[in-house]
């Protein structure tokens, strides 16, 4: 017989099969990781990458004011003291004097705002 766990012999006249235990054997493949080289960067892509972030670093700053700006909007009482207009690009304009409308708006402004602050700063930490 070949190679095998099985032993063939013979006792008193009778064939007997004995199976001797085979431990498992486990191959471990091993893959390399080829790591390229940190590419250097040119000057004008460093200078790219330094105007891009500039660009994002104002628009940052030009999102945060704006959120100061209707963080310290105060809503009058007397829902005539504030004011809120729309107004298209055809001159339509929509005014609304509402104080439950003009905070609503600015609720929704302010949870925009942080949507767009929190995106920049991701661009930002790239």
Known sequence: MGKSNVAEKTVNGTEVAEVSPVAPTMTVVKEEKVEEAARKLTLEERIQRVEDLSLLID???????????????????????????????????????NSAVISSVIDEMKRTLDVKIHDVEELINL
């Open 59 to 97: 628009r940052w700053k030009t999102l945060n004011d704006s959120r100061r700006k209707l963080q310290t909007f105060q809503i009058g009482a007397d829902s005539l003291s504030s004011v809120i207009s729309l107004r298209d690009s055809n001159g339509n304009e929509f005014k609304t004097s």
